[in-house]
């Protein structure tokens, strides 16, 4: 059974910094593009960012400069470095996992940006 577990979520002062990361498991083979998104105001999900096996990443526009996404494809797991951290950047970021056109989601981890 497949299974994704983020985890690094916390309360942080604005300019601050935060790594999530992001396990996939269960599978006997490798994970495709793999992602963190957010919800927006209208409560919709955004993608973040993401990233694919071979590394190649995309960013939303409100976070380049400031996110890095990196994953070590050996363990299945992806991670999201979060500088100049911003209170509009406070959400539950999601990540996602796709294995074959399927995708997986974890659970959430929260992020607070707030002193």
């Known amino acids: 059974q497949v299974r994704v577990v983020e985890s690094g979520g916390g309360l942080v002062q604005p300019g601050g910094s935060l790594r999530l990361s992001c396990r996939a498991s269960?599978?006997?083979?490798?994970?495709?593009?793999m992602g963190w998104y957010r919800r927006t105001p209208g409560n919709q999900r955004e993608l973040v960012s993401s990233?694919?096996?071979?590394?190649?990443?995309t960013y939303i526009d409100s976070v380049k400069g400031r996110f890095t996404i990196s994953r070590d494809n050996a363990k299945n797991t992806v991670y999201l470095q979060m500088n100049s951290l911003k209170p509009e950047d406070a959400n539950i970021y999601y990540c996602?996992?796709?294995?074959?056109?399927?995708?997986?989601w974890g659970q959430g981890t929260q992020v607070t940006v707030s002193s």
């Open positions: 269960g599978s006997r083979f490798s994970f495709g593009t």
């Open positions: 990233i694919t096996s071979g590394g190649s990443t």
């Open positions: 996602n996992a796709s294995l074959y056109a399927q995708p997986y």
